[in-house]
């Protein structure tokens, strides 16, 4: 094998045991009560290798969702051609939320992350680079209007399937999981799509 895969393997090995150590910590002491120092220190790392692999403590929750706006853009444009808007970002999005190997983990986690501001910011951050990732293929997919406002459309429709997916997850949250995340996310996206 290449020096680069084995580099590779390497560093996403000692990511995924950086992220462990930081997220028992999270869930112990707190998010905000934990420092970089003592992620550092339960690792066995130092305070600037810990930044050669995290910009911040955010992104150690929020690491794979910037990847996950990529994957989303990949499903979308399987998706047919002809099948409607809001039923290709409804089927992507259920694509995404695999049932969770730990419940009561993910549980913990998407309250800290609700719970904390700075966890909030950095997820609508995240949500924002989706949108961009995924904008090309909903505007390709949009009737065009000659009006110069497709891509506000497209935009718009974009913003509202993100809004409906954290408006899921937060109930999804506040119920403790006991109503399944597809059946809410389902339910926003019915509520923004029905005509009255």
Not at 38 to 63: M, N, P, Q
Not at 113 to 118: F, I, L, Q, R, V
Not at 136 to 160: H, K, M, N
Request: proline share 4%.
């Amino acid at each position: 094998m290449s020096s680069e895969g084995l580099w590779s393997r390497t560093r996403r090995a000692a990511i995924e045991e950086i992220s462990e150590v930081a997220m028992s910590l999270f869930l112990e002491k707190g998010f905000d009560a934990t420092t970089i120092d003592d992620i550092a220190a339960a690792a066995g790392i130092s305070r600037r290798s810990f930044f050669r692999y995290f910009g911040t403590k955010e992104d150690i929750v929020l690491g794979n969702l910037a990847a996950e706006g990529l994957r989303a853009r990949d499903i979308l444009a399987t998706r047919p051609d002809g099948e409607p808007i809001w039923a290709s970002l409804l089927h992507v999005l259920m694509s995404l939320d695999a049932e969770p190997a730990d419940h009561d983990r993910l549980l913990k986690i998407s309250e800290m992350m609700y719970g904390t501001p700075s966890l909030r910011a950095r997820h609508v951050e995240k949500h924002l680079q989706w949108q961009a990732d995924l904008l090309p293929e909903v505007r390709r997919r949009l009737p065009e209007t000659g009006d110069g406002l497709d891509d506000l459309r497209a935009t718009a429709i974009l913003a509202t399937a993100i809004a409906c997916l954290d408006s899921a997850g937060k109930v999804w949250t506040e119920r403790r999981g006991e109503v399944p995340l597809h059946d809410l996310l389902a339910a926003a996206f019915t509520a923004v799509t029905s005509t009255s």
